[in-house]
């Protein structure tokens, strides 16, 4: 997948304001890694999910964030990259919206799936206890899945 200069210099600009879109590139399995390694449009998920920006914002760039984990050759480096794993974290946490809350749980679902990602994943404080605050019971079907 590649971004023209236009699109490249849109997405820098305001990144938030393009998620709905990446999230609909993200659904085709050609476009995972290519998205993952482009700058703009990593940036552009990682801006779009963090907290202040619409939630619909958010719902689409922590949707993308899932998809993309989902792909075996980007898992150790999303995982590796600090603001993905803060951005998903605060997203996973009781309180934020609930799609925002199932997206980034997926994400770290997915994540975790990578055999060199499984000790560092878990050996996180802030990651287990995202995870185990999901699974009370009590808290949002989905969530707990």
């Not at 023209?4 to 995972?32: I, M, P, Q, T, V």
Request: proline share 3%; hydrophobic share 45%.
């Amino acid at each position: 997948m590649a971004f023209s200069s236009a699109a490249s210099a849109r997405f820098g600009a305001g990144a938030g304001d393009y998620c709905h879109e990446l999230l609909g590139k993200s659904f085709d399995k050609a476009n995972r890694v290519p998205m993952w390694n482009n700058a703009f449009a990593r940036n552009a998920l990682i801006n779009g999910a963090t907290e202040g920006h619409r939630e619909c914002t958010r719902k689409c760039a922590t949707g993308a964030l899932c998809i993309l984990a989902s792909c075996e050759a980007n898992k150790v480096e999303m995982w590796g990259h600090p603001a993905v794993r803060e951005v998903l974290v605060v997203g996973a946490q009781d309180g934020q919206p609930e799609q925002v809350r199932e997206n980034a749980l997926c994400a770290l679902l997915n994540l975790s799936c990578a055999d060199d990602n499984w000790v560092p994943m878990f050996s996180d404080a802030a990651v287990r206890a995202v995870l185990v605050a999901a699974a009370v019971e009590g808290q949002p079907e989905n969530a707990r899945q």
